[in-house]
Nanobody, 118 residues
Framework: QVQLVESGGGLVQPGGSLRLSCAAS????????MGWYRQAPGKQRELVAD???????NYADSVKGRFTISRDNNKKTVYLQMNSLKPEDTAIYYC????????????WGQGTQVTISS
């Protein structure tokens, strides 16, 4: 079955950087849009950034200029480079992907905690 496995979360000070990775595995025929969402305590899950199979990118206004999303199609992996991190970036970050395996559907990773604190 298809799985999305995230890595790279952790605790960093304000102004620091982190790089998240999310690798898809399983009997995959095609991967369409891949993206990152986040959910802070007491808040709804929100889109951080996504990237289509053709390379079109969307960013949340709150992360523009600080975060960069990219993907390696050969590795079936999406990355999120996060710079100039702020305490308000603290959240669980979830990978999301639109994948065709036996059928085409949306998948979520298990989430990785990102904490920005001094």
């Amino acid at each position: 079955q298809v799985q999305l496995v995230e890595s790279g979360g952790g605790l960093v000070q304000p102004g620091g950087s982190l790089r998240l990775s999310c690798a898809a595995s399983g009997r995959i025929f095609s991967i369409y849009t891949m993206g990152w969402y986040r959910q802070a305590p007491g808040k709804q899950r929100e889109l951080v950034a996504d990237i289509s199979s053709g390379g079109s990118i969307n960013y949340a206004d709150s992360v523009k200029g600080r975060f960069t999303i990219s993907r390696d199609n050969n590795k079936k992996t999406v990355y999120l480079q996060m710079n100039s991190l702020k305490p308000e970036d603290t959240a669980i970050y979830y990978c999301n992907a639109d994948i065709r395996a036996a059928v085409r559907r949306n998948y979520w990773g298990q989430g990785t905690q990102v904490t920005i604190s001094s």
